[in-house]
């Protein structure tokens, strides 16, 4: 009897050979000798390899001690989801015992789990459940030294912790090796963060900075003419891109940040469909981007729009931090909104050292026994407060109506009720926020006018919704909130010039350029739920099919 557990099983499967044999057509046999290197740490467009007989060994090369993650035997295979993707091995695999192995070259990766539903479930099911073991392991990937209190330090974990890349975080107030390492680094703790990845020191580098050299895939193929750029990869971007793709549209997707948007912040989703457990954001995301990858769809992150414009001949030019422009027949925007900002005079300093815009397990462990405030009367709060609550010491949910259940779902005001250490006030608000270098602590003020101090390092807001419309300038029609109009909702004057030339009225998604469609939280009107904005990305990719068929 196995003594591997469920999770291990999952992730480290033994093909048959009939699924061996499957495999076949796409590869080539090849022998190997023992310490020779399948693939190394940090390659990148590595192949994927079954073990025929012989063994290999998994060895992580991230700390200046190689350790053995695991051993491949005959019939297991390498990779992990980065395969999918082009980025970089986070492992290198080496040889023990020489045998044979069957190599399968990345594209031809990709072309087994579109086609082939069976080995496909295998595969994809081994590799994400390898990387959330990776995740969860906490001993795998890159190193990041700085304060908790730096909103840089706050940057760099956001962007590693939301592209689902292992790593280490050494808190440099509480670790006592923080400075030990700095110190061999020849590092000040002035000069933190600082991030250790394959031997080299890079100093609070930029997001750009960072992607490059962790091997995410930032590079923008531009002399394609693409079906269908999709911008924004959160649900309704990740469900265009999903659904473009698997109908055989030539899809490229750039998302700024991170696979996930302003859902892959929210610790828990309840009430989405087909998950009564609910599922975290991040594995939303982590699971729609490998369904994206499997059916063809090119993923860019971070990869940040700038412009868009129409070209004379009718295609559409969406503009890159780099200065070129990808090009094609039609565009979903699916950028988001992102929560407004408390409009309080120090509040900007506090960005991230104190004050923060989502509620993952980064920033729970933050304000692990602390008093902590959220501000905010919707369901993102109420997720965050009953995540929150099992970390903080007190939690404050604070809320401008006086009704808990104005905006927030059922379930989660139930809950938040049945929570010992949440106290919940009314009609109140945030009026000043103290502390030097950190957030230390907020007044609040009730409707009679009575204020309240409260001794708090961390406040989590969120209130209203700001739309990622920035970028668009005048190429869109907006509402008079940045949000962009489509459909019915469109002012007649839009739909001269272009659309007589057409002959017909702006579908339901589309804006007021033909082809150029939204979908999610920065369409006016829409529903701000997950399940509307996914629902809203895949029939964009209908009407994208027949806008291109007209």
């Not at 045998?99 to 479930?121: C, F, H, M, N």
């Not at 925007?333 to 407004?340: E, F, H, K, L, S």
């Not at 739309?467 to 469109?490: E, V, Y």
Request: charged fraction near 25%; include cysteine; charge should be negative.
């Amino acid at each position: 009897m196995s003594t591997q557990s469920a999770e291990e099983q999952a992730a480290f499967p033994v093909l048959s050979d009939s699924e061996i044999d499957s495999l076949r057509p796409y590869g080539t046999v090849e022998p190997t000798t023992e310490g020779q290197f399948l693939f190394e740490r940090g390659e990148r467009r590595f192949d994927f390899f079954v073990i025929l007989s012989g063994d290999a060994e998994v060895i992580d090369c991230s700390t200046e001690e190689r350790r053995t993650v695991t051993m491949h035997g005959p019939g297991e295979f390498t990779g992990d989801i980065d395969m999918l993707g082009d980025r970089s091995a986070l492992v290198s695999i080496k040889v023990c015992m020489p045998g044979e192995v069957l190599r399968v070259p990345g594209d031809r990766l990709r072309e087994i789990v579109a086609k082939q539903p069976g080995i496909s479930e295998r595969i994809l099911t081994a590799f994400l459940t390898r990387r959330a073991i990776l995740l969860a392991r906490g001993s795998v990937g890159l190193k990041i030294i700085g304060s908790r209190f730096s909103n840089d330090t706050h940057r760099i974990k956001e962007l590693v912790t939301r592209n689902q890349l292992p790593h280490i975080w050494i808190d440099l107030e509480r670790d006592p090796s923080a400075l030990a390492f700095l110190d061999r680094m020849n590092v000040s703790p002035e000069d933190t963060p600082v991030v250790l990845h394959m031997g080299d020191v890079l100093r609070n580098p930029t997001n750009h900075d960072l992607a490059q050299a962790l091997g995410l895939s930032t590079e923008v193929v531009t002399d394609v003419e693409y079906d269908v750029i999709v911008v924004g990869a959160g649900p309704g971007g990740l469900a265009a891109s999903v659904y473009g793709a698997s109908e055989g549209l030539c899809t490229l997707t750039l998302e700024a940040v991170a696979t996930g948007g302003q859902a892959g912040t929210s610790s828990r989703i309840e009430n989405y469909l087909g998950f009564p457990a609910g599922l975290s954001g991040a594995e939303l995301a982590s699971r729609a981007s490998v369904q994206a990858e499997k059916f063809g769809a090119r993923l860019t992150v971070p990869s940040e729009a700038t412009s868009l414009r129409r070209r004379d001949d009718g295609l559409y030019a969406v503009g890159l931090e780099s200065g070129d422009e990808a090009i094609a027949r039609s565009v979903v925007i699916a950028t988001g909104a992102a929560y407004r900002k408390l409009p309080l005079p120090n509040r900007e300093r506090f960005d991230g050292v104190g004050v923060f815009y989502g509620a993952t397990q980064m920033e729970a462990a933050l304000c692990q026994g602390e008093d902590v405030v959220v501000v905010g009367g919707g369901n993102s709060a109420g997720q965050a407060v009953i995540f929150l609550s099992g970390h903080a010491r007190r939690l404050f949910l604070v809320l401008r109506s006086n009704d808990i259940g104005k905006s927030m779902s059922r379930y989660l005001v139930d809950r938040i009720e049945h929570t010992a250490n949440v106290e919940v006030l009314l009609e109140t608000q945030v009026k000043a926020l103290y502390g030097e270098d950190r957030l230390e602590g907020l007044e609040l003020e009730n409707r009679d006018g009575e204020r309240r101090t409260i001794e708090a390092p961390a406040l989590f807001t969120f209130i209203g919704a700001r739309p990622h419309t920035a970028w668009l300038q005048d190429a869109l029609a907006l509402d008079d909130r940045g949000f962009i109009l489509t459909g019915r909702n469109l002012p007649p004057e839009t739909r001269a010039g272009l659309w007589e030339s057409l002959d017909r009225e702006p579908f339901l998604l589309e804006t007021s350029l033909p082809g150029v469609f939204a979908a999610g939280d920065v369409r006016s009107a829409s529903i701000k739920r997950v399940a509307s904005a996914v629902g809203e990305g895949s029939i964009a990719i209908k009407l994208v099919h027949e806008h291109l068929a007209g």
